[in-house]
């Protein structure tokens, strides 16, 4: 018992990327696995897992926010999916030097400025 990683859920607790990436890193650390994870073979795990979370929308049209139809199985296994693709890009960020929260922000305040907000609805615009 005792690792660091391992921690009981808790729903109240925010958690930051920062955490993410030092449980992640001590992950891998702890099984010698930080000789595979190069920043080419993250990011093909990456792609990997985008892929297994597309495969869970493939067939199912448009859904609904909150996904109201939804099992609870489906959206445990949604949420696991979404999980492996945070992670995976959590740990691309910090072996290639990135700090993924900043850039995050930066890319915000890019496209902020990018398409600036007007008195227009999207629908009222492309009437115009």
């Given at each position: ?100 929260g900043q850039a995050a922000l930066s890319k915000i305040v890019k496209n902020a400025r990018k398409y600036p907000v007007t008195n227009q609805t ?7």
């Open positions: 018992m005792g690792s660091s990683y391992e921690f009981s859920r808790n729903e109240n607790k925010d958690v930051s990327l920062q955490e993410l990436r030092d449980r992640l890193a001590e992950f891998a650390r702890v099984r010698d696995w930080e000789q595979y994870h190069s920043p080419r073979n993250l990011l093909l795990a990456l792609v990997g897992e985008v892929g297994e979370l597309s495969e869970i929308f493939q067939w199912k049209g448009e859904v609904a926010r909150g996904l109201p139809n939804w099992s609870s199985d489906d959206k445990e296994h949604l949420g696991e999916e979404l999980s492996d693709v945070l992670l995976y890009l959590i740990q691309l960020a910090d072996v290639c030097g990135l700090d993924l999207p629908a009222a615009a492309s009437t115009n």
